[in-house]
């Protein structure tokens, strides 16, 4: 069974920074892409950040040069470094797979619990 579990999340004030990392652990063929979501109080879950195998990346406007992600192939970790962080970054940040259990099988889309990002004085 596939699982992805977020961590690093907490409470920073305004211009601190978080790392957050993602594990994706179970019986997994390849992952392609992968990407951080976030979704604050009464407002849709939106994409952060993402990146594929090959190690293109992608940013929200909202996030561009304050964020960067990573990943780490051998040990199927994501990351994302938050710098400069700002209260309207407050959200519950997701991780976001596409993963693949066997090699002739489909990409199927996984989803992690969800870390509490809080920025607040």
């Known amino acids: 069974q596939v699982r992805l579990v977020e961590s690093g999340g907490g409470l920073v004030q305004p211009g601190g920074s978080l790392r957050l990392s993602c594990e994706v652990s179970?019986?997994?063929?390849?992952?392609?892409?992968m990407g951080w979501y976030r979704q604050a109080p009464g407002k849709e879950r939106e994409v952060v950040a993402s990146i594929i195998s090959g190690g293109n990346t992608y940013y929200a406007d909202s996030v561009k040069g304050r964020f960067t992600i990573s990943r780490d192939n051998a040990k199927n970790m994501m990351y994302v470094q938050m710098n400069s962080l700002k209260p309207v970054d407050t959200a519950a940040y997701y991780c976001?797979?596409?993963?693949?259990?066997?090699?002739?099988?489909?990409?199927?889309?996984?989803w992690g619990q969800g870390t509490q990002v809080t920025v607040s004085s």
């Open positions: 976001n797979a596409h993963i693949k259990v066997t090699d002739r099988g489909p990409s199927l889309v996984y």
């Open positions: 179970g019986s997994i063929f390849s992952i392609n892409f």
